[in-house]
Structures are given as structure tokens and as C-alpha cells.
Nanobody, 119 residues
């Protein structure tokens, strides 16, 4: 199983970026995808999550600015980030968790993609 994150980069404050995370090696239609971020010297935090049924959760500081979505046919999750702020600067990681057909839990992570927002 592999999760490949992409879409990070350098953007000015107020700008937008769209992150993608493509999963391969299995299908995760019943899993919950999440985007997390970690800034230097800080703990990793959950930014947004989307369940198999489409229900979403957002960290308070990104509500109204970020939108998480998923395409089950492509096994891909997206994070549209608008009105970016310098405090959004971090490495962003995607993960998918759930249980397989044998009810064994899984939690797979992708590599980080760096987002840098300049003021």
C-alpha cells in the first residue's frame, strides 16, 4: 500500500493550493481519509478528515478556508486550501484508516508535502 501526496509549494498569503493524495495497492472506499500537518517544533495535528459516507471534520482554524473531498473511483483525496495564511506553513501528510474485510485495523500514511505561505 502506498499513499502519494502532491501539490505543495510556495504561495503568497491569500493564495490557494490544492493537495492530492493518491492511494494504491488496495481500495479504501470504506476508510476515512485525513490530512494532517506538522510545523517545525510543533506536534502533528489533524487538519481535515472525510469519512466513507462523505461526512467531514475540520480543525477550527481552517474551517471555511479548506475543503476536503474524495474520489473513491480514483482512490484519491484532495485538500483545497484557500485564503492561505503564513501560519498554515507546514509539512502536510495524508493518511487513510479503517478496517479491512477481515476487520483488521489499518492506518496508512503518505510522505509529507511542504506548504510554505509567505507574508
Amino acid at each position: 500500500v502506498q499513499l502519494q501526496a502532491s501539490g505543495g509549494g510556495l504561495v503568497q498569503a491569500g493564495g490557494s493550493l490544492r493537495l492530492s493524495c493518491a492511494a494504491s495497492g488496495s481500495t479504501f472506499g470504506t476508510g476515512t481519509f485525513g490530512w494532517h500537518r506538522q510545523a517545525p517544533g510543533k506536534q502533528r495535528e489533524l487538519v481535515a478528515a472525510i469519512a466513507s459516507g462523505g461526512g467531514t471534520h475540520y480543525e477550527h482554524s481552517v474551517t471555511g478556508r479548506f475543503t476536503i473531498s474524495r474520489d473513491n473511483a480514483k482512490n484519491t483525496v484532495y485538500l483545497q486550501m484557500n485564503s492561505l495564511k503564513p501560519e498554515d506553513t507546514a509539512a502536510y501528510y495524508c493518511n487513510v484508516r479503517g478496517t479491512d474485510r477481515w476487520r483488521r485495523p489499518y492506518d496508512y500514511w503518505g510522505q509529507g508535502t511542504q506548504v510554505t505561505v509567505s507574508s
